[in-house]
């Protein structure tokens, strides 16, 4: 299994409090990235990094924002939390864009009350 | 845009049956993904294609790029295969996947 993992598993928080999200691998992959899944919708990109400090937008970035400042750690923050952002959120990584080998976390549950 | 979609939604399958899962995409592509999501929400990586039939086990992926669709099929099914299974779309240069929906799938002893 590839090293890579999500912190914390589970959150809860209220409207309007700041939100950290952390992705951590030990496979040294260039290419990592934030999804939300949602009912009814496949899994949504919200940013992807191409290297340190490289990072863009995806489909759903508004109210997100990430750092990559070390290769192994990729953080999604919600500046201000809404009750929209609920959903389960995925870190991925991969060696090279379009890889056969994309690696997932196991998954972050945030409730936004 | 390109748009991913799977069917069926949800599948319902014996023990032992043949198992076929569909996928469709609306442009021109470099790739396309099978993945699996457990019922405890972990996501696996099963196939990557850009071309012709890939095998894994009782796993099959097919890919026929001018008619821009795949299917995944699963040979005598196992209650283990319940799980929701997952196309992704790549295209080069845009460093993105497309995701479908998923396919539910509950296999039944």
């Known amino acids: 299994d590839a090293g890579i993992t999500q912190s914390p598993r589970h959150k809860v928080t209220e409207t309007g409090t700041p939100v950290t999200l952390r992705c951590h691998q030990t496979e040294n992959h260039r290419y990592m990235y934030w999804y939300r899944q949602d009912p009814g919708h496949g899994l949504r990109l919200i940013h992807y990094s191409y290297g340190v400090k490289d990072t863009d937008k995806g489909e759903v970035s508004d109210g997100y924002s990430v750092s990559r400042s070390k290769t192994e750690d990729f953080l999604l923050t919600l500046e201000s939390a809404t009750s929209s952002q609920t959903s389960v959120y995925f870190c991925a990584i991969s060696e090279r864009a379009g890889d056969e080998k994309l690696f997932f976390g196991s998954g972050t549950q945030l409730s936004v009350l | ?109």
């Open chain 2, 1 to 109: 845009k390109n748009e991913v979609e799977q069917s069926p939604q949800n599948l319902t399958a014996q023990e032992g049956e043949f198992i076929t899962i569909n996928c469709s995409y609306s442009v021109g592509i470099s790739a396309l993904h099978w993945l699996q999501q457990h019922p405890g929400g972990g996501i696996v990586s099963l196939f990557m294609l850009s071309s012709g039939k890939k095998k894994h086990g009782r796993l099959i992926a097919t890919i026929n790029i001018q008619e821009k669709h795949s299917s995944l099929h699963i040979t005598a099914s196992h209650p283990r295969d319940s799980a929701v299974y997952i196309c992704a779309s790549f295209t080069s240069g845009t460093y993105k996947y497309i995701f479908g929906t998923g396919t539910r799938l509950k296999v039944l002893a």
